[in-house]
């Protein structure tokens, strides 16, 4: 059976995406069948990997619409995942704007925190590993998320906002634990963008540091977006020392996660 791992956080611009699709990648370059699911409207994964979400016939929207509509007997989840290109042991279940109208929808569904779990029976035992990047929000999609995944990954800034609305997100995932999903962990924090130059970026990395279990600091670099402009992410080919680094960073996390 699968890892399942949700990449979340309620704030926008962590690096939720880059961070998917990197570990993800380091998933597959080590041998492991790998499955990222696209679980935001904005369909950010999915044109990462330098597709285009309206080119998928199926994803994840039509997975949602037909559970929504009560025609999961005949749906055929393994046609909404596609291979990576470029990328052995890489797969992606896409998504498309569509989502967030299913997202509305999802409230008229009995068990709705349950609809992406089984969305997911017939496939979980395909995979090694199952990453999933979380919408920017705390809603249905985010929900769904957290109660289909063993562990979770929180990328954040280390900035005085993004270290107050992490208790936010971790109230949320006290309550999934104890309603819903037993088995959910957190595992940590992924800081992302850092600069140490910064006095007000070191404070709060100390006090990160202080509370959570901080499993890689990721150096704020043009070279991640060089990568999601070739479709491909840095940790296939960097290109520099400080692209080398954040290998580095991401392949401490991707460690943390094989061997917990």
Same mark, same amino acid.
């Given at each position: 059976m699968s890892k399942i791992i949700a990449i979340c956080n309620q704030k926008g611009g962590v690096a939720k995406t880059t961070t998917t699709y990197n570990i993800a990648t380091?998933? #597959?370059? %080590?041998? $492991? %069948?790998? @499955?990222?699911?696209?679980? *935001?409207?904005?369909?950010s994964l999915t044109i990462s990997t330098g597709a285009e979400p309206l080119d998928f016939e199926i994803n994840i929207a039509t997975l949602f619409e037909e559970m929504i509509n009560k025609k999961s007997k005949n749906m055929d989840v393994r046609s #909404?995942? $596609?291979?990576?290109?470029? !990328?052995e042991n890489l797969y992606l279940i896409p998504s498309i704007i569509d989502l967030a109208t299913k997202e509305a929808l999802l409230n008229t569904v009995t068990a709705k925190e349950l609809t992406l779990k089984r969305i997911l029976e017939k496939v979980v035992d395909d995979y090694d590993y199952i990453f999933i990047d979380c919408s920017p929000s705390l809603g249905n999609l985010t929900i769904n998320a957290l109660s289909a995944s063993d562990y979770l990954i929180i990328p954040t800034e280390a900035d005085y906002l993004s270290y107050r609305g992490l208790g936010d997100l971790l109230s949320v995932v006290d *309550? !999934? %634990?104890? @309603? !819903?999903?037993? %088995?959910l962990e957190f595992l940590g924090v992924i800081i992302t963008k850092y600069e140490s130059r910064l006095k *007000? #970026?070191?404070?709060? @990395?100390e006090h990160l540091q202080s509370k959570y279990d901080v499993l890689g600091i990721v150096k704020k670099s043009v070279s991640i977006k060089d990568g999601i402009y070739a479709g491909l992410p840095l940790v296939v080919s960097p290109k520099n020392e400080i692209a080398k680094e954040i290998k580095e960073e991401y392949e401490k996390v991707f460690? $943390?996660?094989?061997? $917990?």
């Open positions: 380091l998933s #597959a370059m %080590k041998g $492991y %069948k790998t @499955l990222m699911i696209d679980l *935001d409207s904005q369909g #909404a995942i $596609y291979p990576v290109e470029g !990328i *309550d !999934i %634990k104890e @309603l !819903i999903n037993s %088995k *007000d #970026a070191n404070e709060v @990395l460690n $943390y996660i094989e061997n $917990y």
